[in-house]
């Protein structure tokens, strides 16, 4: 199993993006990604969005990196 953690920097809060593959010879078995808003003042972290569509996680990253907090509004409550 194979866990990627990317975390994109802000100037209020961060965006943290986790992903988890499980592969075997044949192919990918399992996926999921896991964004999460973390407040830079009080470390709280609140789960945005989970996705079990492979390469989702890091779509919405680079959204994020392009495109900053107005990529996360449909996802954040």
């Known amino acids: ?5 990317t975390t994109i920097r802000g100037l209020a809060f961060d965006i943290v ?6 592969t075997d010879v044949i192919g990918t078995l399992f996926y999921h990604a896991e ?5 830079r003042k009080t ?4 789960l945005a969005r989970r996705s079990r569509i492979p390469g989702s996680g890091g779509a919405i990253a680079t959204a ?12 954040a409550t």
């Not at 964004?35 to 407040?39: G, L």
């Open 43 to 46: 470390g709280e972290q609140k």
């Open 35 to 39: 964004i999460y808003i973390r407040s």
């Open 1 to 5: 199993m194979r866990k990627k953690t």
């Open 64 to 75: 994020v990196q392009q495109h900053g907090v107005r990529a996360l509004e449909g996802f």
């Open 17 to 22: 993006v986790i992903e988890t593959t499980q």
